[in-house]
């Protein structure tokens, strides 16, 4: 069944602006919820798409980048990942990304998915790709970034997301698409 086929349960009293920057902007809204009570409703509307890269070389190893989070308060292994600004291709976007953070060049390029980040509180949308014949350059990092960079099999990857060593989002949905095309002969 189409989602385009239900009905809104929620109504929109009112709403108004509570914050916004140049990444985010968060709105509050009055609402009457699906059992028809008065409430309110928070919404992070996110100005970027999120894109995430997979690059895997020819020896099935997946490079993973290493860096403290501020918003989480620790270190997270994920797969290079970033913003990708509105008006700009997000393929362009993970390469560019991809070489910012690792030095990575690919010249082969798959998109692996779509994905709604964490749609209970956000609008984010993020894109993740397959990224094959990869060449080493120069990493690019922001300032905003002090990455460690490894290389894993997709094998200890997949374990680290079973042990919680990887809980990214966008990581692991990417971990479990590539174990799910090697497991299916498809890599």
Not at 69 to 85: A, D, H, M, V
Not at 126 to 132: C, D, E, P, S, T
């Amino acid at each position: 069944m189409s989602t385009s086929s239900f009905d809104n349960p929620w109504k929109i009293l009112g709403e108004r602006k509570i914050y916004d920057n140049p990444w985010i902007s968060v709105t509050e809204y009055a609402v009457l919820n699906p059992a028809g009570n008065k409430g309110i409703y928070g919404k992070v509307h996110f100005k970027n798409y999120a894109v995430g890269v997979v690059p895997l070389d020819e020896h099935h190893q997946i490079t993973l980048v290493g860096q403290y989070r501020f918003t989480l308060n620790q270190y997270s292994w994920e797969i290079p990942e970033g913003g990708c600004p509105e008006g700009e291709d997000p393929l362009d976007a993970a390469k560019r990304e991809l070489l910012e953070e690792t030095g990575l060049v690919a010249a082969r390029w798959d998109l692996l998915f779509t994905q709604h980040l964490s749609n209970s509180v956000t609008d984010e949308y993020g894109y993740a790709y397959l990224a094959r014949d990869l060449q080493q350059c120069d990493a690019k990092p922001e300032e905003t970034e002090k990455l460690m960079i490894k290389k894993v099999s997709v094998e200890e990857a997949y374990k680290m997301v079973e042990a919680g060593e990887i809980t990214d989002s966008l990581t692991v949905a990417a971990i479990f698409k590539i174990k799910l095309l090697f497991c299916s002969g498809k890599l």
